[in-house]
């Protein structure tokens, strides 16, 4: 390759690379004083160890926090009396429970209903937690408060931007679906399917207490009372394809004929929609155009998380895990990573440190062929950010650490290949000749360990849940990057090392020194 | 050629894993009925207790977190994390501490706090104590992580089989098995909490016990087919094989475990700042420490034992077939 040739590559890669690279890593105000540019790096989803999580408190009915019985008590004479008679204070005091909620147990002391509560409560977090787990948060929590009460936290999945407060935007969108997620995740009550129409229903629960309610529509359910809903349906799964979000509800062979005659009244009545019903809250509707004879059908969503959502909770309730409580709650918080408020700041800088040593290492022991390396794992280290960005992949702790075994990987098979070559280069083998067959000699255990990589992340992704699925995920992406990048490097040692006198000096290789040289 | 004598210690390298698994399964047995878990309780799944401060205006965060290390300090107890967050009446602090710390004293300190930041102090703030028991719900994901772990141990154990040699893939198995055996009896010793981040932290430890077997059989197998390899006994083609792949493989370790050191390190200048960083950095240095014990000690000596059956019955395959006996009664 010629000089002139050479140099136009080289310039290319390198303005290409940093240019990449400043995108990916760089937010700065824009000249506007308004606007921001926030780098790719920052516009990534982190998890909870990085971000924080979204949590609040539910609270059964009959329950109410120390502040607002303080405040009460404090504020008001004339119901501070009615208070202390009402309310029993749990052990730590931080909340206060309805005498008539513990006498609801039968246990005869305070004492045994107090643990009763503990029991029941317990019992829901486990129901709550589960639904949890199928809604495919990287990290969640579900923990009994004092015995009366559950904390919820989930991910907020905030970007970096948003976390340190330079996205406003994305936040509010962000704790939406958390709030959303954790609305209809610990939804109390039976699943019933719903129809407005008085002639094909029955009368149950839920209509008498939407007869109540002046605001409230009343709806009857639609499946014969002999039968559970566990017998009509036999779960419900999240699905999605080209842009369309699903639930997938699944029925029984009784459900199938059970489902046929209710569609069939539902599709030729003035109200054809069957609603799906936990509790008093309608989750999903379901439009019945005709009788439905399928042993499955989908239910369409406005979006994902959405979908996932009804999935996890209509899976739950028609498996028969019904919540014991009616459970509320005031606001969804988000609040500083519990792993520490600088926890991602600090994280990137031990990334970069690991970045900077290993192209100090290349450099000391490659000079210039270092500095190539240098300048493809920069390539490379952009590249993972833009696809992690891109693909929309929660970036965890664990998630940073794939992506550096990726980068170590990366590292280790460019070096792999360039001792091979200074191996042939002390054969007494010229520079290319040494590269070609060094080169050749590594090529078949880098693409084994790259082919290993590529199935186990696949099997990761596809298999795995949560984390782990998103670690095969950047798994997945960093291996096909190191492959791709690995020959881009060697490609790039070509072209910069051209116009080198002495190639042997560039690439910091000794040539052997023969008797006849002497 | 670096030669590593490994291939003769196979039962001292046996007799330290074997102690090593003891020891954590003894400490983890221990701790199962005195502390409440084989393993320590992380994030997510922790039990706590907590302090939650909420104020505002005029009350600042600098005042109100001063006032509650005062009164944490004066009641002899110690939080390991404190979470900030807004809420639609103004702020508020949580302060985690260990499920081991004492309640009563908590309690003694949020009452001192609520005098402070409360209605009675005119702040219109609160402070309450409460017990936080964590419910694991990470069962489905860690089924799910096991299954597609086993799935890529057997997709290693087949490519090896068919790519290498039966008994390389038999000792790439075995160090599967052993480095995860390793890395959690060294979880239950040191007590390193258990939480997401550290179960995706063990998929990782085999994940790296594939890459490194992969570097370790390759060069052996490429070694094995030259002629200067043949004329050396089983014990020595592995143990200068492996002389040869310690480097590359260390360098991935020692790359994987500087990333998991500097996060420690970074820690100790930020103190509480990324606590939870801690835990899941310092299972990655277990992981890979039992990586590269594992893969380069363990592991060639085991197959070492290996080649040399597989290579006494080729042998003797050989001689049944060309044997002397044969010869002479054919010549006969």
Redesign the interface.
Known sequence: MGKIKSAVITAIVVLATLALFLFGVVSCDLSDGVHRYNSMLSNIHLGSEFSGDAFTTLLPEGVITSEEYSFTVVENDEKAAEYEEKYVATASGAYYVERDLLSSFGAGSDEAAFEALAKQTASDADIISARFAVRGYTSYSVGVVDGCAIKVSVPTNFTYAAYSGVDTSSVTGEITYASNAINYLTQGGDLTLRNNTRSIGEWDDVSSAQAADEHATTTYNIIDSRYDISDIISGATFQSGGGVYAVKINLTKDGMEEFERATQAVASSDDTYVRFYVGETNIINLTCESAMTESSFYIQAGDEETARNYAALVDSVAKGNVLAAVYEFDEVIYGTSSSGADAAMLTAIAALVIFAALAAYAVARYRALGAVFSLVALLFSSVMIAVVYLTGVTLTLAGVFTALLTFAAFAGCNFWAYEAVRRETLEGRTIPASVKLGYKKTLSGILEIHIVLLVISVMLALIGAGEVAACGVILLIGTLASYVLYWFARFMWYAVMSPARDKFKFCGFKREAFEDDE | MNKLNVSSKMHLFIIVSALIVAVGLAVGLVCQFVAGGFFGSG???A?YKSVTV?YSLPATYDEVSGICEEIFEENGVGYY?A??????GGD?I?Y?FTASTD?DAL?AA?EGIDEQV??AAGLLG?A??????????????MM??G???A??VV??FV?FAI?YKFTMAIAAFVADLHNLLIFLALLAITRVQI???V???A??AV??T??CC??LF??MR?NFKQDSYKSMPSFEQVDVSLGEAFK?VT??NV??A???V??LV??LF?G??????FM?CAA?VLAVAACQYGCLFLTPAIYSRLKLRADKHAASKVSRYSGAKKAADTAE
């Open positions: 994030a997510g799944y039990s909420k994390t979470v900030s967050a807004e809420n639609s508020q949580e985690r309640g309690k949020a409360g209605i609160s309450s104590y409460s017990e936080n028991e964590g419910r694991f719900g990470g069962t489905d994901d799910y992580a299954i597609a772990l799935a890529a997709f290693q490519y790519r939480s997401v981040s179960v995706a932290v998929v990782f994940l790296l594939m890459v992969g570097m390759d060069k490429k590359p360098f991935v790359v994987l500087s990333a998991f500097l996060v970074l820690g930020a509480a700042g990324i606590f939870g960083l899941p990655g």
